[in-house]
């Protein structure tokens, strides 16, 4: 016979021809940093994006100290560019969000935004600060109770950030935990306890929770039938606001008032 005998049994590798769509996310691809240590804020977005469809998140770790100070907050803009950068520009991104309330505080919003988007040049950029009032803005809120797990330094900064941009800050209550790992571990029902507490006061017409470690999404309906008044957290606010600017205007029920609000 000439030429090499076939064996049967090893096929013959075909090239098969494929088409390409528009991929995951075809509606909305939304860039996450999320810090090393947090616990919570991937599940929290899974629990309230669940039902869109067409809306990805792509999530990168950035480095960070568990132990929440302001110096250890401040250290984490030189982690942000590179975590930045793991999330691949070809993605398209929509939006770009930071995941830390304290170290937007910190290290200030604007510089967050700009290493964001110079990694992301096409997209927006947000964190839970800037998120949480733009949250604030569209649900009418002018005098605020503020729950944060932070130390009291943390705490006031943060404090002083909303008052600097027309925020009034009547209330203000803390676990005082410094330790990330720790806060990651607080319980939903004295989150809840905690937000009723400082909430009720006659002098605040709405509640922010801070802290993306904070499990406080599925207390949110909880508390504003409660009080009576609007209440938003770290991760719904960021969430919301995300989809936002990525022009994602669904409003889904269960998940509080604000996710039936658009931009202010």
Not at 19 to 46: H, I, K, N, P, W
Request: aromatic share 4%.
């Amino acid at each position: 016979m000439d030429g090499e005998q076939r064996n049967p049994s090893t096929p013959s590798l075909q090239r098969l021809s494929f088409e390409t769509d528009a991929g995951e996310g075809a509606r909305a691809r939304m860039g996450l940093l999320v810090l090393e240590s947090d616990q919570s804020v991937e599940a929290e977005f899974r629990a309230l994006l669940n039902p869109l469809p067409d809306v990805s998140v792509y999530h990168a770790r950035l480095a960070n100290d568990t132990q929440v100070t302001p110096e250890t907050l401040a250290r984490m803009e030189k982690e942000l560019p590179v975590a930045a950068s793991l999330i691949p520009g070809y993605m398209g991104l929509s939006v770009v969000g930071y995941g830390c309330t304290s170290g937007s505080t910190i290290i200030g919003e604007d510089r967050v935004a700009e290493i964001m988007t110079t990694a992301h040049p096409g997209a927006a950029a947000t964190n839970p600060l800037t998120a949480a009032k733009a949250a604030l803005a569209a649900l009418g809120v002018q005098n605020l109770a503020l729950l944060t797990p932070y130390t009291p330094d943390v705490t006031l900064a943060m404090q002083a950030n909303f008052a600097q941009s027309g925020v009034s800050v009547r209330v203000v209550g803390s676990f005082f935990e410094d330790s990330d790992a720790v806060v990651g571990k607080i319980a939903p029902q004295s989150i809840l306890d905690a937000a009723l507490e400082i909430g009720s006061d006659p002098s605040v017409d709405g509640v922010f929770i801070s802290c993306t470690s904070l499990r406080a999404v599925g207390i949110i309906e909880a508390a504003e039938a409660a009080l009576g008044k609007p209440v938003t957290a770290s991760n719904h606010a960021l969430a919301w606001h995300m989809l936002r600017l990525s022009g994602i205007d669904d409003a889904l029920p269960g998940r509080g008032r604000l996710f039936q609000t658009g931009l202010a």
